[in-house]
């Protein structure tokens, strides 16, 4: 149950595009279509962005999208906007009833 | 409205144990798997637990089995975990969740435990 692997700080300016990366292995990441990223605002609880590593819940703007090869999972934030400043978590599945989280990652709009 | 508050959080001693709970409402809780997750104070979110819609199955990561127990009441619908033999590393909030997919939906504010002597 190693966690995966996230940059810890990613920064952009508005308007920009960022991409933040998820790396786990084949027992996790790159077995599994059951990605999921999730935004954190300071002292509040994380929110689901993207979940079966493409898809997003209603509510979600577009501007948020993810992706995955092989072993790494991507999230991509285009149109940086200043409520985009949040920390980042990656999970995945790991199979057997197993979960696994990214170490997150600190997005900084400049 | 999803809703999902949690309770139950607290100071213990090391070797203490604590039961926190999870209300839900505004869904079926007793067609979703659920989970607890954990986040140490400035650290990232690590998965705890989880257990399935009926409460047949339950799983947990390595650092709490053996110590920690999930268990619901589909017919108060509420989630439970049973935290014994607590230690220092045990200090986090700890989050309800909806699962969605495999993955984490439904998010409660969380309940802080601290372990300390």
């Known amino acids: 149950q190693s966690a995966l692997t996230q940059p810890p700080s990613a920064s952009g300016s508005p308007g920009q595009s960022v991409t933040i990366s998820c790396t786990g292995t084949?027992?996790?990441?790159?077995?599994?279509?059951?990605v999921s990223w999730y935004q954190q605002h300071p002292g509040k609880a994380p929110k689901l962005m993207i979940y079966?590593?493409?898809k997003r819940p209603s509510g979600v703007p577009d501007r948020f999208s993810g992706s995955k090869s092989g072993n790494t999972a991507s999230l991509t934030v285009s149109g940086l906007q200043a409520e985009d400043e949040a920390d980042y978590h990656c999970?995945?599945?790991?199979?057997?009833?197993?979960?696994?989280f990214g170490g997150g990652t600190k997005l900084t709009v400049l | 409205e999803v809703q999902l508050v949690e309770s139950g959080g607290g100071l213990v001693q090391p070797g203490g144990s604590l039961r926190l709970s999870c209300a839900v409402s505004?869904?079926?809780?007793?067609?979703?798997?659920m989970h607890w997750v954990r986040q140490a104070p400035g650290k990232g979110l690590v998965w705890v637990s989880h257990?399935?819609?009926?409460?047949?199955?339950?799983s947990y990561a390595d650092s709490v089995r053996g110590r920690f127990t999930i268990s619901r009441d589909n017919a108060k619908n509420t989630l439970y975990l049973q935290m014994n033999s607590l230690r220092p590393e045990d200090t986090a909030v700890y989050y309800c969740?909806?699962?969605?997919?495999?993955?984490?939906?439904?998010w409660g504010q969380g309940t802080t435990v601290t372990v300390s002597s």
């Open positions: 969740v909806r699962d969605r997919t495999y993955g984490m939906g439904d």
């Open positions: 505004g869904f079926t809780f007793n067609t979703h798997w």
């Open positions: 257990i399935y819609s009926d409460g047949s199955r339950t």
């Open positions: 084949s027992s996790d990441v790159g077995g599994h279509n059951y």
């Open positions: 079966e590593v493409t």
């Open positions: 999970s995945s599945y790991a199979g057997s009833n197993n979960w696994v």
